[in-house]
């Protein structure tokens, strides 16, 4: 093995936190990746990895080097794809994952323009309702939602989301609407998780107004939440994105807009920041362009 594929062999175990998932991620087996670090570590003469038998730490010589090794790599795959022409021209496969609704609302059309702009390409999207780690699952884009942790991903903010309540003009009409958070106690409510019998709803910009209601109705999915509420069947609190269409149509009405938490952002994430091949870097120039000038996204673009 030659000492570029070296090299890439131990970023991938140190991104991905093992050899398991490193050898998935590189097709390879994981005694070839052991074998692999064992002998580069050998070469250098230093210890790179502390290993454990859930996962590997890099040591203080193993994070310089690992700097060095994405800036080395970075630097040979940039000049061979400038040579190919890949940092010009997308090409390949391209996996965007995004929570399951949102995708499916907001992701989904710029995926599908993307395609229309690049008939060479394909793509794979991937909605899910948890953050996955990009590297371990080979995905290139992320759509966020909520505040990042500290990592090395190269994040765009395009806009930000928060939590509402809303119920349907049938349902106000039939019980009355509430005028004060405290008034959710004399409602019917809609709950998204079987957890508890009580649920505390939080308001107010620091959220230090609690309230505890008790779901008459509880659903595990959001689409049942929302179904439910368009009913006419209770109040129910979702992220505007999720209820931005029906309150755009009049089939939801907004509740206690004075006593909303704060916002919460939206980011496109990806791994490689301006170092990306051409397929990541188009694709999230077009998605901050479509996600920023969205004003159920972004509302500053109203």
């Not at 730490?57 to 794809?81: K, P, S």
């Not at 090409?91 to 399951?100: E, F, Q, R, S, Y």
């Not at 005028?179 to 106690?185: E, F, K, V």
């Amino acid at each position: 093995m030659d000492r570029w594929q070296v090299m890439r062999v131990f970023v991938r175990v140190a991104e991905s936190g093992g050899f398991a998932g490193a050898a998935r991620a590189l097709n390879m087996s994981p005694p070839a990746v052991t074998r692999a670090v064992a002998a580069l570590e050998a070469r250098i003469g230093a210890r790179l990895l502390t290993r454990t038998t859930r996962r590997v730490a890099l040591t203080e010589a193993g994070a310089r080097y690992l700097e060095d090794c994405r800036r080395i790599l970075a630097e040979i795959e940039e000049a061979e794809a400038i040579a190919a022409g890949a940092m010009a021209t997308p090409t390949g496969t391209l996996t965007v994952t995004a929570p399951v609704q949102f995708g499916r609302l907001y992701v989904l059309p710029v995926i599908c323009e993307f395609l229309d702009r690049h008939p060479a390409m394909a793509a794979r999207a991937l909605f899910l309702d948890r953050v996955i780690d990009l590297v371990e699952e080979g995905a290139d884009v992320a759509l966020r939602i909520g505040p990042l942790p500290d990592s090395g991903l190269s994040a765009i903010r395009v806009g930000s989301v928060r939590s509402v309540v809303c119920a349907a003009p049938a349902y106000l009409e039939r019980r009355g609407t509430p005028m004060d958070p405290g008034d959710l106690t004399r409602h019917a409510i809609l709950g998204l998780s079987d957890r508890a019998a009580v649920a505390e709803w939080r308001f107010g910009p620091e959220r230090r107004m609690a309230v505890a209601v008790r779901p008459r109705l509880v659903c595990n999915t959001i689409d049942g939440a929302l179904a439910a509420a368009l009913d006419g069947r209770g109040i129910v609190r979702l992220l505007s994105y999720q209820v931005a269409p029906a309150l755009a149509e009049g089939r939801l009405v907004r509740l206690f807009e004075a006593h909303e938490g704060p916002p919460m952002p939206v980011h496109v994430v990806s791994p490689e920041g301006r170092r990306a091949p051409a397929k990541v870097r188009a694709f999230v120039e077009l998605a901050v362009e479509r996600l920023r000038g969205d004003p159920r996204v972004n509302p500053q673009a109203e």
